[in-house]
């Protein structure tokens, strides 16, 4: 009929097309063109071809049929043809003749089975439309024959055979092709179950044969075996319908199929509706979102269609719930609800089911189950629907808030990730939540799920039911016995892959099921087939080529390795394709396979990169981008792992690799879209290598820069190199983060680190992060020179560009142990030394000195000091500290050139009291001497003065040991204290009244020294007469020990002594009388007259009068006088110790 | 590719300005293509929105024009209502209800979501018989001139792709979920049978 229409379209076709009047006129002519039009046929083309046959099929079939038989074989002849249009033509043709005279029937069915099995998918279809028309027509035909012979008995068999393989068309590949073989189910089961009174018959169909038309007592066809093969065949559609991922269009076309059946066939009711239910429940998750709006659209208007039949009166509960859900309004659907029905349609239905069985289960359903059934139900419905009525029944007294709750809170866990479209799509908010109604569907919606998934208690209920009927029925026949048993092992199946959104008993079940990825896009696969497409039966079809058929899956391991053998071709036609230009595409092919693919593949190309890094770092970064990418990809659940393996393996390979110093590994790491941690490592082991270390640390520094999001943790790992043991790490490191402590943003975070390092010193154990992740860590190691220095690396290094923090480390210094003191002390000088003394930071730490840094602050003293004169800030600070704060002398030591000659003066008494060395320091100092070449500091005190201090000390506020040392320190540089200085000194001390205790020592010293100042010496003496120098003990008893010394000289001296202390001095020393003696016997008369003169009678009686007394008395303290021996220092011991410590102080050197 | 060409209906509401458009452009690439209106009455703009110009299905173009030249020539020129028409009058002489046309087609485009249930429920609601499919497609187009054009290309385009595909039912799903994601408009779909 499809050919009818399309023929009215063209008017050339009509137009050769005579009046029937002249019918018999043109007889002969019709044959003749009719051979006239098929010689034509055979040689033109497709679309003249077409026309022209159609013309033939008018003739033959309309205009004079007759003939049909005489050409019937010329126009078959055409289903070879290699246009598909021509061949679809012929099946148009053999359905138009078919339907002229059946008995053709007998000779084109083959040909139609011929051409079922086509290459063409459309030659397929339009053979499918024509076997919906012709089953009915050879049906029909074969009822209305009374003997049925055994050619039609075969062509039966092969419209049979047809119909089966239709059938299994819908599991067919191809999405057409389902969707014309649901049509052909749908007229199917139209024709093999019987008409009843309210069927909807449209009007063309009414002389369609239908089941009722078939009488059960024919010979050939057995009204049973139709009547079962409808049904079959509604099972297989509704089993096709709830296919999980069933197409948007198939889906459409059964939804039509199923309101046909129901309005044609008002005793499926039950099934549709239960069907349309439990799809608007489970919408397939395949479904795209406008295609889940098109198909709810498609179930609205079938619903209508079907609820305007008069036989939905049982349904209309269901119906409208659904239609609401839909989102109908109440109005709307009261308008399309049939206003006057008849109550008991079901009475109509009877005829059609064994009457037997139906009254046997209407028994029981009035016997088991008396009052609770809600409505009565039509006698069709099967153990399912009643089975989901009694479901429901016992649920809904549980669905109250608490129970619900828990079903909520139960069912999150089985959500999935994404929210299916159809659900989206689907959902309305319930407005009615909580009333009764609402409960209702609840229970009902719940009651579908679990009865699908072969649970709840109506199933149980039911199949007791079954099993009970069936054993009544006894022998009854076994078709109908089976009957409800396929349907509820077809819906447990079929339900099993229903996805369901709603029900969370279902998922909790089946939860691999629920696993099953939502995927938008077309079908996986094909419906499951069930019914196996058929061997070859004994009719001797041809079997369809299916690729599928032939072709075995490859396992696991064969599929790998074919991978593996096809990416490593790619892999080494490195040259070959290089050379044609293609390179970057291969790049990228290797780089997008690779990527997908996990493990070993990855490995290797990896693996072949590093071979050749420099040659293939194309490959390198394109692999590295495609590895993120993908990782992008899976936001927000992607995981980094696959990026970070490709880039550790990298920048591994590149760090193992000796002499690879063009940069590939900086250009790496700054294109690496993210720096993982693993690949941070990396940089780090590459920066502490020390051949490459610069390298390294620009890369890191470049990173830093670079990179805000995360600088602070590269910068991390750059301090953390600014204490490695390594010299050359360290120092390049240092470097590095000087340079970058410029930068605003990032000196907060390098002077934390910093100072955070510096605090460690006050733990009294070193922190094991200073020994590195690889050393075992003993807790309790104590501090050596070493990590104290590797906690102040960077803070030392930081300290001459920011002087404040010299505050931080008199923090620290105060708590820490001796030992770090000692190390602090030592590394400090070259930082002190860069700040200069100008420093106001210093010079604050100076005025302050926190208790405890005292030390501290001498030592930078010291340092600045060193080698320049202290500048009049530093000193009035040192002043001011040593005379408001702390009273210790030793901080004026550095600055005592700074200080004022008064100043210095005062000091003298303490300064010389400490120890020895120190206070050779103080003197060193002071007298210009000391071992610096620099410019000569400029002493308050000239040596002379500072000796001549030295002798004026209080004896109360020194000891005379302290003194003569400190005097003796001035002997001892005789550069310094030349004859002249000394004679200077001598003079003004013997100016002085009363005379300094060590005038006399200091005389003598100056002698031994310098024996030519004898004469002045002997000058000094005589003046020291004239000032009584008896009257001072301690300079008297040196007075006689020098002229002891200086005999022969000081005899004249010692004459000009009066005669009381001329005998002392004898007494002191006995053997000096006779030689004075004759000293003066031996002048010469000369001599005499002139000396003798001055020499007083008792002068001379004091030389003679003892000269009796030969006997000379030793007296050994004059040998070892107290005042002169110096060699013994008796100090306590405390004092020495912190004097030591002073000292080293001073004269440590980094 | 089907050797013959796509049998297309395009339809709108009044069989005026989106239906018109994409039958003329689709009958000028080649398409088998007849355009029709769902509505009972055929509107045309008048001078206030609640006062359109309405006529029946048996109104032809020409008839429309002059009334409207006579009407208010000015306005129904500025507002493009008269070029239309003249434009419509070069194709077909008057709209096409889609209810009282029993052409089988392959393939039923529609313009709005109204038309394509009009559409749908007719299809529906008439006796099928030779099970012959027909796609019906809705893509939404709102009624004015740029829409209209802008809408007829994309029509355009869609069937062509159809037009080009080797087993077109197999095919389509596919086909219309990359045109979603090119055009960004969602496209109801279904099929129905003659």
Redesign the interface.
């Known amino acids: ?2 050919s009818d ?1 399309r023929e009215q ?1 063209h008017g050339s076709v009509a137009s050769q097309l005579h009046s029937s009047e002249e019918d018999r006129a043109f007889d002969m002519t019709t044959s003749e063109k009719v051979v006239e039009l098929l010689n034509q046929a055979a040689l033109i083309s ?2 003249e071809k077409l026309i022209v046959l159609k013309q033939v099929q008018e003739l033959i079939i309309n205009k004079d049929p007759s003939l049909l038989d005489n050409f019937l074989d010329e126009i078959i002849a055409f289903q070879t043809d290699k ?3 021509v061949r679809k033509f012929v099946i148009g043709f053999i359905e138009e003749a078919c339907k002229r005279d059946c008995e053709l029937l007998l000779r084109l069915i083959a040909n139609l089975n011929m051409l079922m099995r086509d290459e063409s ?2 030659v397929v ?1 339009k053979a499918i ?1 024509t076997l ?1 028309q012709l089953y009915k027509v050879a049906l029909q035909w074969l009822v209305r024959t009374k003997s049925v012979s055994d050619m039609q008995e075969a062509c039966w068999d092969m419209v049979t055979q047809l119909k089966e393989d239709v059938l299994a068309l819908l599991d067919s590949d ?4 389902r ?2 073989a649901i ?2 189910t749908e ?1 199917l089961i139209i024709t093999l179950s019987p008409r009843t009174p309210d069927s909807d018959t ?4 009414e002389g369609d044969i239908s089941l009722d038309k078939i009488p059960k007592d024919h010979t050939y066809i057995r009204y049973d075996t139709l009547c079962d093969e409808g049904k079959l065949a509604l099972e297989q559609l509704l089993k096709f319908m709830v296919h999980p991922a069933i ?3 198939n889906l ?2 059964a939804l ?1 199929s199923l ?2 059946l129901a309005r044609q066939r008002p005793m499926f009711m039950s099934e549709v509706v239960q069907a349309y239910e439990t799809l608007h429940a489970n919408l397939p998750p395949t479904l ?4 889940v ?2 198909v709810r ?2 179930l609205k ?2 619903l209508v ?1 079907v609820l305007k039949h008069p036989s939905s009166v049982d349904f209309q509960g269901q119906i409208s719930t659904l239609l609401l859900d839909l989102g109908m309004s109440q109005s709307e659907i009261s308008r399309c609800t049939p206003a006057t029905v008849q109550p008991r349609k079901r009475l109509h239905h009877e005829p059609y089911v064994e009457g037997k069985r139906t009254k046997m289960v209407e028994d029981d359903d009035d016997k088991e189950e008396p009052a609770p059934v809600v409505t009565p139900k039509p006698s069709s419905s099967s153990g399912t629907q009643s089975s989901i009525d009694l479901t429901a029944e016992f649920l809904l007294p549980l669905l109250n808030p608490e129970n619900v709750a828990n079903l909520v809170l139960i069912s999150m866990v089985y959500l999935p990730e994404v929210m299916p479209a159809s659900f989206q799509a689907t959902y309305t908010p319930v407005e009615s939540a909580g009333t009764d109604a609402q409960i209702k569907h609840l229970a009902r919606l719940m009651a579908t799920q679990m009865t699908a998934a072969g649970l709840g208690p109506g199933l149980e209920l039911c199949k007791a039911r079954d099993e009970e009927v069936k054993e009544e029925d006894g022998g009854m026949g076994e078709s109908s016995s089976k009957d409800p048993l396929i349907i509820r092992k077809l819906s447990a199946v079929s339900l099993g892959q229903a996805i369901s959104v709603v029900g969370a008993q279902q998922a909790a079940y089946k939860s691999p099921v629920t696993e099953e990825a939502p995927q ?3 079908l996986p696969e094909p419906i499951l087939p069930t019914t196996q497409p058929k061997a070859p039966g004994a009719s001797g079809r041809k079997k369809v080529f299916k690729l599928a058929d032939v072709v075995q899956p490859f396992s696991e391991a064969q599929i790998e390795k074919l991978a593996n053998m096809a990416i490593k071709r790619i892999l080494q036609s490195e040259k070959a394709i290089a050379q044609s230009g293609m390179s970057h595409v291969r790049v990228k092919l290797l780089a997008r396979l690779v990527t997908q693919f996990e493990g070993g593949k990855k490995n290797d190309l990896l693996q072949f990169i590093l071979e050749d890094m420099r040659g293939r770092s194309e490959l390198a970064f394109s692999l590295l981008f495609h590895e993120y990418n993908e990782y992008l990809g899976q936001q927000p659940s992607g995981s980094l792992d696959s990026y970070e393996h490709c880039l550790f393996t990298l920048l591994s390979g590149l760090q193992e690799k000796p002499e690879q110093r063009d940069g590939l590994f900086t250009k790496l790491v700054l294109e690496a879209p993210v720096i993982t941690d693993s690949a941070l490592e990396v940089i780090q082991r590459y920066c502490e290598d020390e051949s490459r270390v610069y390298l390294g640390m620009s890369t890191l520094k470049e990173l830093i820069l670079k990179r805000p999001s995360r600088q602070y943790q590269y910068l991390n790992v750059l301090l953390n190199l600014s204490s490695h043991e390594k010299e050359k790490v360290r120092s390049t490191a240092l470097s590095f983060i000087k340079r970058m402590y410029e930068k605003e943003h990032l000196k907060d975070c390098i002077e934390k680190f910093a100072l955070t390092y510096m605090q460690f010193l006050v733990h009294p154990n070193p922190p094991s992060l200073l020994f590195g992740a690889g050393e075992d860590t003993e807790v309790a190691a104590s501090w050596t020179e070493e990590t104290v220095r590797q906690c102040l690396y960077l803070y030392l290094s930081l300290l001459p560009v920011n002087h404040c923090l010299v505050h931080e480390l008199a923090a620290v210094y105060t708590e820490a142990i001796a030992d770090i003191k000692r190390s602090v002390l030592r590394v400090i000088e070259q930082p002190i030394r860069g700040m200069g003394m100008s420093s106001p930071d210093l010079l604050l730490l100076v005025e302050n000195c926190p208790k405890g840094a005292e030390t501290l602050v001498t030592r930078c003293l010291h340092i600045l000091t060193d080698k320049v004169p202290p500048s009049p800030e530093l000193v009035e600070r040192v002043r001011d500290l040593y005379h408001k704060r702390v009273p210790d002398v030793r901080f004026l030591i550095p600055v005592i050139n700074g200080l004022e000659k008064n100043e210095v003066i005062q000091a003298l008494p303490k300064l010389i009291k400490l120890n020895p060395i120190v206070v050779k320091e103080v003197f060193n100092r002071l007298l210009g001497t000391q071992h610096s070449e620099g410019s000569p500091s400029m002493s308050p005190l000239t040596p002379g003065e500072l000796l001549i201090a030295l002798h004026n000390i209080d004896s109360s506020k020194c000891d005379m040991k302290s003194i003569i040392k400190a005097t003796n320190l001035c002997f001892g540089e005789k550069n310094v204290y030349t004859s002249e200085v000394l004679a200077v000194v001598m003079q003004q001390l013997m100016e002085q009244t009363p005379l300094p205790i060590l005038l006399m020592r200091t005389v003598i010293q100056s002698l031994t020294m310098y024996p030519r100042l004898a004469g002045f010496v002997m000058n000094i003496l005589a003046r020291l007469i004239h000032k009584q120098v008896w009257k001072y003990p301690k300079v008297w008893e040196g007075f006689v020990k020098c002229c002891q010394r200086t005999k022969p000289q000081s005899y004249n001296v010692l004459l000009q002594l009066p005669p009381p202390q001329l005998a002392s001095v004898f007494e002191r020393c006995p053997e000096m009388r006779e030689p004075l003696l004759q000293h003066v016997h031996a002048f010469t008369p000369h001599q005499v007259h002139s000396i003798q003169a001055h020499i007083p009678a008792s002068v001379m009686a004091v030389l003679e009068a003892n000269s009796r007394k030969p006997e000379p008395e030793p007296q050994p303290e004059l040998h070892h006088p107290e005042i002169i021996e110096e060699r013994e220092v008796c100090c306590d011991e405390a004092e020495v110790a912190t004097d030591l410590f002073f000292c080293f102080v001073m004269y440590i050197r980094v | 590719m ?3 060409p796509l049998r297309v209906a395009v339809v709108c509401s009044s069989n005026q300005n989106r239906s018109m458009e994409a039958h003329n452009i689709l009958s000028k690439r080649g398409f088998d293509v007849r355009s029709f209106g769902t509505g009972t009455h055929v509107k045309l703009p008048g001078p206030a929105p609640d006062k359109p110009n309405i006529y029946d299905f048996k109104t032809t173009y020409e008839q429309m024009y002059n009334d409207l030249v006579r009407k208010d020539k000015e306005l129904y020129t500025q507002n493009g209502i008269l070029h239309m028409l003249d434009r419509n009058k070069r194709i077909k002489t008057q709209p096409e209800r889609f209810q009282s046309c029993k ?2 087609f392959d393939l039923v485009i529609t313009c709005e979501e109204r038309v ?2 009009q559409v ?2 007719d299809l ?2 008439r ?7 027909v ?1 019906v497609i809705n893509v939404d187009i709102q009624d004015n001139h740029e829409e209209a054009t802008l809408g007829a290309f994309l029509i355009c385009e869609l069937c062509q792709c159809i037009q080009h595909t080797d ?8 086909l ?2 990359e045109f ?1 994601e090119k055009s960004h408009r ?9």
């Open positions: 009929m499809a229409v379209a497709t679309e246009s598909i249009e998918v459309n279809k439309l919906s191809n999405d057409g092709v969707t014309y049509k052909f007229s449209p009007k063309k169909q197409s948007s269009i459409t076309a039509g309101a046909t795209a979102k406008s295609q709006s098109s659209k498609n208007l079938h269609s938008i896009k077309k | 089907p050797a013959h052409e089988q394509y249930d749908l429920e529906n609601s006796e099928q018989e030779t099970f012959q499919p796609h087993d077109m039912e197999n095919e389509m799903d596919e219309l979920q979603e969602p496209f109801l779909h279904t099929v129905c049978f003659y």
